[in-house]
């Protein structure tokens, strides 16, 4: 590849000087009826290699995208990407077919005349209220999706799990047997006691709290994330779940999703297999180990020189599994002298 | 005023000019300069990101003590994606193609002598000037330049201990910023005067070409918008310097507590986007109106739709102030501003909407002279298409939830408004080329120009929204500690080697450019057949643009192909040729569009 690209770095200096020294003795400066159906050709041209590219990574690019949504809330989110998606999609080819068919159609040359037409407010209003409907729409349905993942209000069986972000790691923090996380602040950090969320102590909430470097969700409960950072902006960002939020330091931001398949289940999908067999095939040129999915939870806003390498895994088992891993997990009280 | 014999030293005419057209010159060869430093260093972190942590010998070349043995490091990575934002943005997208164009045309298309203030327009130029000099010394800065991204948020950018950049390269930073925001308030305020005050008899607003009214409004959202984004960076001064708390709060930083207490990093994102995004549209509007201009022109057809298009950018620059919450649906703020920023920005979709169908109805049945500018123009439509469109995903907040951050919002802001400005940009040099310099641009080349870099722009951003798509977060250094992103680097590859072939392209360009200052054909006074008022003035640049009485305005801006018989294609042309220059009085029962 790396030889490709210094190819083509020397095609384009080469082409480069060539077309500079023309310049010399090239003097045209106007487009000529020539010109003009020679461009209008190269826009058909430059048209079917767009027609190509888009073609060919709607097609090719499907297998890299990420599998069907893993939370139950992000089905929704799913249906309505695709029907923007659809939308979009067909505005954009005829649009395009349009714009460059029109270029080469009514290339210009000495014998035409163009057409006099400077408004028409019937088509002013067409092309403002089509878009207009459409529009409403999307909103509707975009609004009563966003109302439905953003509203945590009614949870109250939720499992509650706070996130700590910090520069460069991911750190849990699970609320226990009261479902209540005790207070957290900076202030009671203290590394030498392992204290390192600066969970408050004297907090009767906080002494069954579990904290863990690595998150286990338990399938089809819904799971209501609080998240935190200690130093700078981070965002966790669960792309598999759809789901996001940014961690601020000083406030405490929120998420919530119900976990649909099993990490298990997920590896079986046949989307992930395919996604899968792909990479484990460029891992196995480079001779590196084979990968197996994982869900994921990764900083998803510039934060410092290691931003590109903070990560945490998730896995996602059915509710006796979780029940027995959470019961093995220490409590704070016991770890937090 | 009219006479331009009054004596000019080498200094007040090249350097501290007054003049208009000269300043417009400045403005674009600084634009340029800073251009290729932007468009450099996108060029090394593509190579960084499609050949992760591989030694070469150009970053020992350019990156000094920021590489270890030819490999780039982490902290200088991110510091090249912050200033190649900024400088994109600002020092190109804002002052080079604003800066330019207002410059330029403001006095020549309404029919006045120069600027309202020639003095402050003079000083505008030469604050953005000292502001692009302290963002290139900033590079050189130890610790490197600032590297919190374009939209430097708080606490990283507050921060030296969050990341090296955040030392004196945040602070250069952020003293150039705030001159850069004096120059373009200075400039902005004149353009409006300008407009407002000095039109020549006849000139009503409803007879100004679309290029002023794009950049009137744009100078208005300026005033509105950019001292926001002042004030913004005051604060964070202040945080950073003196101890406030304005945007921090419970800090656990390098082992200690650090003292700020109650401030919030959400209050920075609100006034940074109040300016960011009606940023979007400052870097637009303009590439709009030049394109309005010149696709009426080079189809030889008048802009259809003019009141709408008029209509559009009033409502685009409206709605443009009441849609920053967008970049913010997962900051934390309210759920329920969400909703209503996703309600305003889907909004926006309509005017921008009619002004694509409108310049696709200019087009159709035209006559076109498919010159570079008109190219650049085309080009403009279809990636502002393309991007545009993009739009309706990443406005609605329940689908951004998941691509927020991705390269997927990479791919979207650069083609409809990176690339769309840029295009709109170079058609402006092209179409005015000779109104700047007296002389033509080579056409042989602008095709080559045109046609490699469209298609380069394209084979990097459409792939890019795929990339996005599969969860890949930008401003990653490298993608290697993710296996789930493995299949994606080949893609990356291919992105980075269209980069590298349309970054090295714009050599064509500047080549171009700057041989025809000196060699190029001279050029008529009105080389394209144009109606508007600049090319009534004389090729030789005089003070006071018109040597007589400055002439006086009939009718609006696109006569073009107008016929004795309007419902009739066939009839001959009521001028006599195919268009009718603004100052041709109404004939007897003209009618009037």
């Known amino acids: 590849m790396l030889a490709l690209f210094y190819i083509f770095i020397g095609i384009a200096i080469g082409v480069s000087f060539w077309?500079?020294?023309?310049?010399?003795?090239?003097?045209?400066?106007?487009?000529?009826?020539?010109?003009?159906?020679?461009?209008?050709?190269?826009?058909?041209?430059?048209?079917?290699?767009?027609?190509?590219?888009?073609?060919?990574?709607?097609?090719?690019?499907?297998?890299?995208?990420?599998?069907?949504?893993?939370?139950?809330?992000?089905?929704?989110?799913?249906?309505?990407?695709?029907?923007?998606?659809?939308?979009?999609?067909?505005?954009?080819?005829?649009?395009?077919?349009?714009?460059?068919?029109?270029?080469?159609?009514?290339?210009?040359?000495?014998?035409?005349?163009?057409?006099?037409?400077?408004?028409?407010?019937?088509?002013?209003?067409?092309?403002?209220?089509?878009?207009?409907?459409?529009?409403?729409?999307?909103?509707?349905?975009?609004?009563?999706?966003?109302?439905?993942?953003?509203?945590?209000?009614?949870?109250?069986?939720?499992?509650?799990?706070?996130?700590?972000?910090?520069?460069?790691?991911?750190?849990?923090?699970?609320?226990?047997?009261?479902?209540?996380?005790?207070?957290?602040?900076?202030?009671?950090?203290?590394?030498?006691?392992?204290n390192t969320m600066g969970v408050d102590m004297s907090d009767p909430n906080s002494q069954d709290d579990k904290q863990v470097t690595e998150l286990y969700l338990p399938k089809g409960r819904k799971i209501h994330f609080k998240f935190r950072s200690q130093d700078v902006l981070h965002s966790a960002y669960m792309p598999h779940f759809r789901a996001q939020m940014n961690c601020v330091p000083g406030m405490v931001t929120e998420f919530g999703f119900t976990p649909k398949f099993t990490t298990e289940e997920m590896r079986l999908n046949l989307e992930v297999i395919e996604k899968t067999n792909g990479i484990n095939k460029i891992r196995m040129a480079k001779g590196e180990d084979p990968y197996e999915f994982d869900y994921l939870l990764l900083c998803n806003k510039i934060c410092g020189a290691s931003h590109y390498n903070m990560q945490m895994k998730i896995t996602v088992v059915e509710q006796d599994e979780y029940d027995k891993w959470i019961a093995k997990r220490p409590t704070l009280a016991s770890v937090i002298k | 005023m009219s006479d331009h014999h009054h004596k000019e030293t080498f200094v007040t005419k090249y350097i501290f000019s007054q003049d208009h057209k000269m300043i417009s010159k400045q403005f674009l060869v600084t634009g340029m300069f800073m251009g290729i430093i932007g468009v450099l260093m996108s060029m090394l972190f593509r190579m960084q990101i499609a050949w992760p942590e591989q030694s070469f010998s150009i970053f020992e070349a350019f990156l000094g003590p920021h590489q270890t043995d030819g490999i780039m490091n982490p902290d200088i990575y991110l510091a090249l994606v912050t200033i190649h934002g900024t400088i994109m943005v600002f020092f190109v997208l804002t002052a080079g193609l604003s800066g330019t164009f207002s410059n330029l045309l403001i006095p020549l298309q309404i029919g006045a002598r120069d600027m309202a203030s020639g003095f402050l327009n003079m000083i505008s130029y030469w604050l953005f000037f000292v502001s692009s000099v302290v963002m290139v010394i900033s590079l050189f800065v130890e610790a490197g330049p600032a590297s919190a991204g374009?939209?430097?948020?708080?606490?990283?950018?507050?921060?030296?201990?969050?990341?090296?950049?955040?030392?004196?390269?945040?602070?250069?930073?952020?003293?150039?910023?705030?001159?850069?925001?004096?120059?373009?308030?200075?400039?902005?305020?004149?353009?409006?005067?300008?407009?407002?005050?000095?039109?020549?008899?006849g000139m009503k607003m409803t007879r100004l070409p679309l290029t002023m009214w794009a950049f009137f409004v744009t100078a208005i959202i300026g005033v509105v918008s950019f001292p926001v984004l002042l004030s913004a960076a005051l604060l964070l001064i202040f945080d950073r310097s003196f101890g406030t708390s304005f945007y921090l709060s419970d800090i656990f930083i390098s082992g200690e507590v650090l003292h700020y207490q109650g401030g919030s990093p959400v209050l920075f994102e609100h006034l940074f986007w109040f300016l960011g995004h009606p940023e979007v549209y400052i870097v637009l509007l303009p590439a709009l109106g030049i394109t309005s201009e010149i696709i009426s022109t080079h189809s030889r057809k008048p802009i259809f739709g003019y009141r709408a298009m008029i209509g559009s950018i009033l409502a685009i620059a409206f709605l443009s102030t009441i849609v920053w919450g967008h970049h913010m649906f997962i900051s934390g703020m309210n759920p329920f501003l969400g909703s209503v920023f996703t309600f305003t920005t889907l909004l926006i979709a309509i005017p921008s909407a009619v002004k694509a169908f409108n310049y696709i109805t200019t087009l159709w049945k035209g006559n076109l002279q498919l010159n570079p500018a008109m190219l650049f123009s085309i080009g403009l439509v279809s990636t502002f298409v393309t991007g545009g469109l993009t739009g309706l995903v990443l406005g609605d907040s329940a689908l951004d939830i998941n691509i927020h951050d991705t390269y997927f919002v990479v791919a979207h802001f650069h083609l409809v408004m990176g690339v769309s400005a840029i295009f709109g940009m170079y058609a402006g040099v092209y179409h005015w080329f000779p109104k700047m310099y007296g002389r033509m641009m080579n056409k042989t080349l602008g095709y080559w120009h045109f046609w490699i870099t469209i298609v380069c722009a394209y084979g990097v951003f459409w792939p890019m929204h795929f990339i996005g798509l599969a969860g890949l977060p930008r401003r990653y250094y490298t993608n290697t500690n993710f296996p789930m992103f493995d299949d994606l680097l080949q893609i990356n590859v291919v992105i980075t080697i269209f980069a590298l072939v349309g970054g090295i392209?714009?050599?064509i360009f500047i080549a171009n450019f700057f041989i025809s200052i000196y060699r190029g054909q001279k050029a008529t006074q009105n080389p394209w057949n144009s109606n508007t008022l600049e090319w009534t003035t004389p090729v030789e640049h005089i003070h006071g643009n018109w040597p007589g009485m400055i002439p006086e305005v009939h009718r609006w801006p696109y006569d073009y192909s107008k016929r004795v018989d309007p419902n009739d294609d066939n009839s001959d042309y009521l001028h006599g040729k195919d268009f009718v220059l603004q100052t041709t009085p109404l004939l007897e029962n003209e009618e009037v569009s």
């Open chain 2, 150 to 201: 374009w939209t430097i948020y708080p606490p990283l950018s507050a921060l030296p201990q969050a990341i090296p950049g955040s030392g004196a390269g945040m602070t250069l930073w952020l003293v150039s910023m705030a001159i850069f925001i004096a120059s373009s308030l200075i400039g902005s305020l004149n353009y409006i005067v300008t407009v407002l005050n000095l039109r020549t008899k």
């Open chain 1, 19 to 194: 077309q500079i020294t023309r310049i010399l003795n090239l003097r045209g400066v106007i487009a000529t009826d020539e010109d003009n159906a020679k461009q209008g050709k190269y826009s058909l041209v430059f048209m079917a290699f767009l027609y190509a590219m888009m073609v060919y990574c709607l097609i090719f690019m499907n297998v890299l995208m990420l599998p069907e949504s893993a939370s139950i809330e992000g089905e929704h989110d799913d249906n309505l990407f695709n029907i923007t998606f659809w939308l979009i999609g067909i505005v954009q080819f005829v649009m395009q077919f349009i714009i460059f068919y029109f270029t080469f159609k009514y290339k210009g040359n000495k014998n035409r005349k163009a057409k006099f037409y400077a408004d028409s407010h019937k088509l002013e209003v067409i092309w403002t209220v089509t878009p207009a409907i459409v529009l409403a729409f999307l909103i509707g349905y975009g609004l009563w999706q966003w109302n439905d993942v953003m509203d945590l209000s009614d949870d109250k069986d939720a499992i509650v799990i706070e996130v700590y972000s910090q520069q460069f790691r991911w750190d849990a923090r699970y609320a226990g047997d009261d479902n209540t996380l005790g207070l957290g602040n900076v202030n009671y950090i203290d590394i030498n006691k392992l």
């Open chain 2, 505 to 507: 392209a714009q050599i």
